[in-house]
């Protein structure tokens, strides 16, 4: 990794003016006839021959998936009229296993999936090893619509020296996101609408605590709130201006800071934090609170609120409670973020996923290309949501699809290839997701998208920022975590002790990560602009 990271620093000089670079190029690009004379417009065939591409990624998480062989798969290699030659790493040490290859360039692959998905501090591009594919965008028109299409994304796949690597898979990042939930009946029965306010928050829990919301004759069995340690922030944070999630956030003028080193709304989140536990609103083990507890809790009717990832909602909670019937009325319900002096948001994810590059030692570079490209399009989408229609799934006469009885069955639907996001640029849908989980769920899904914001930018790191930034910042966090603890539960004081917590941030070096994400997000800033 060191020889291959140094060409990185070499690179980041020619970083000026990278956003502006790539529109250029998304703009002059204009299909052209490849060296068969083949002219490659965004549908299959790919390539006017037959060809073949090596590709290096990762098995399926299902062991008993052979993903080189599954229908869905091999439909795209089919149509796209590629064979493709495999080389298939396992799936739990793809990281660990891919990344000494690719370093020390010991592949022939002309496709490799990067071991680094999601993470772009962990630097890899500017290497020398992948090709800019903004060099080749005229067999790409798939992946620059893209790119016109999604700003963010683009500018997040920018890196410092103004070239896009990789073609990424995404996530659904702005649905089914981490929200509060309520026990609907526990709501209706304290004559109570959800909260939208701290302080109804507050007469809500008082109220979940001192009556027998669950009927057993004991009005002091009922723990107000069950939410896990890593939640509060999510709960919390938005209603005092603060991403606590990211940690790092920028303000509306560009300038960047660390939340959890706010001294003004991070300490009044701690004090209001501080004052649930005092009151035995948050339980005082609450650190230790892990889900398995949450939904036993839930299944013994014990508790009335929680926060936790969307997909718990109809899942994970709502279906263990002993009188859930199915509908919205019996279950545990998304709501709205809580507001304080500020309006509440709940933090979304960064959409991208899984990413491909091509290898610079391809002597296919053009295919490679243009395959991966054709592998991101709508069509080849569908494919990895839905499968193959008549086998895995039906259009129904409304146009909305569902899956057959086989589809239904996860197993054979893994087994055909569904979301093969190991070896192929797959993005996740929300259509697709809302047919998993109840049809209420989905609708309120549909009304909490609004309150999503975007969490700190995936921004890719120069060698140098990310050694830094991995050498300070695991300690920074740490001190930020036990002091959130001991603040809470009033071990330490705020009047006396934030102060002392801010100079040990400082003493391990937090205005120069700050500094870092700056710089990082002032970059960001250019390619989006
Ligand atoms: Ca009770």
């Known amino acids: 990794m060191v020889s291959v990271t140094m060409a990185g620093v070499l690179l980041a000089g020619c970083a000026a003016g990278g956003g502006r670079s790539i529109d250029d190029a998304i703009q002059n690009a204009k299909p052209v006839a490849d060296s ?80 680094d998905s999601g993470d772009p501090n962990q630097v890899y591009i500017k290497s020398g090893l992948f090709v ?95 939410v896990m340690k890593e939640f509060l922030p999510y709960m919390f944070g938005p209603a005092f201006g603060l991403d606590l999630v990211s940690g790092f956030q920028a303000d509306d003028k560009g300038k960047v800071t660390y939340a959890y080193a706010d001294s003004e709304n991070y300490k009044k989140y701690l004090a209001f934090i501080n004052s649930l536990y005092e009151e035995g609103l948050l339980e005082k083990d609450y650190e230790t609170l892990d889900r398995d507890m949450v ?23 709502s279906n263990v409670l002993p009188y859930y019937d199915g509908t919205a009325a019996t279950g545990f319900v998304g709501v709205a973020p809580l507001s304080g002096e500020n309006t509440g948001f709940y933090v979304g994810r960064n959409s991208l996923a899984g990413m491909f590059g091509v290898n610079v030692n391809s002597g296919r570079i053009e295919l490679a290309c243009k395959f991966l490209d054709y592998a991101m399009c709508d069509h080849c989408q569908n494919y990895y949501q839905w499968g193959i229609e008549g086998e895995s799934f039906v259009t129904n006469a409304d146009g909305s699809r569902s899956y057959t009885e086989k589809g239904n069955d996860n197993d054979w639907l893994q087994s055909f290839g569904i979301n093969p996001a190991f070896v192929l640029p797959a993005a996740q849908s929300v259509e697709a997701t809302d047919i998993l989980v109840a049809p209420w769920h989905a609708e309120i899904n549909a009304e909490l998208r609004q309150y999503i914001r975007h969490p700190w930018p995936d921004i890719y790191a120069t060698t140098k920022e990310s050694d830094t930034v991995n050498l300070y910042m695991a300690d920074i966090q740490s001190i930020a975590s036990d002091y959130e603890t001991a603040f809470i539960k009033g071990e330490k004081n705020l009047e006396g002790d934030f102060e002392s917590y801010l100079s040990e941030l400082e003493s391990h070096h937090l205005s120069e990560v700050t500094e870092i994400r700056q710089t990082q997000y002032d970059r960001y800033l250019e390619a989006l602009n």
């Not at 008993?64 to 062989?69: A, E, K, L, P, R």
């Not at 001192?210 to 723990?223: F, R, V």
């Open 36 to 115: 068969t004379g083949y002219t490659y417009t965004g549908t299959g065939p790919i390539t006017g021959e037959p060809g073949t591409l090596k590709i290096m990624a990762q098995e399926s998480n299902y062991s008993f998936v052979d993903i080189s062989t599954a229908p869905i798969v091999l439909k795209v290699f089919e149509e796209a009229g590629i064979t493709p030659e495999w080389q298939l790493l396992p799936y739990d040490s793809y990281e660990e296993d891919a990344s000494p290859i690719i370093s020390s360039a010991g592949t022939n692959a002309d496709i490799i999936k990067i071991p």
């Open 132 to 226: 800019p594919l903004d060099e080749y965008f005229d067999y790409m028109p798939n992946f620059i619509k893209w790119l016109s299409e999604h700003p963010v994304e683009k500018a997040e796949l920018t890196a410092e020296d103004g070239h896009i690597y990789y073609v990424p898979g995404t996530n659904v990042a702005d649905d089914y996101q981490p929200c509060l939930m309520y026990n609907q009946v526990w709501l209706d029965k304290a004559g109570m609408e959800a909260p939208d306010t701290l302080d109804e928050l507050v007469e809500l829990l008082r109220y979940f605590r001192d009556n027998d919301m669950n009927g057993n004759g004991d009005a002091s069995d009922e723990i107000p709130m069950s």
């Open 295 to 317: 939904i036993d809790r839930i299944s013994k009717d014990l508790t009335g609120v929680a926060f936790d990832f969307s997909w718990a909602m109809s899942m994970m909670y």
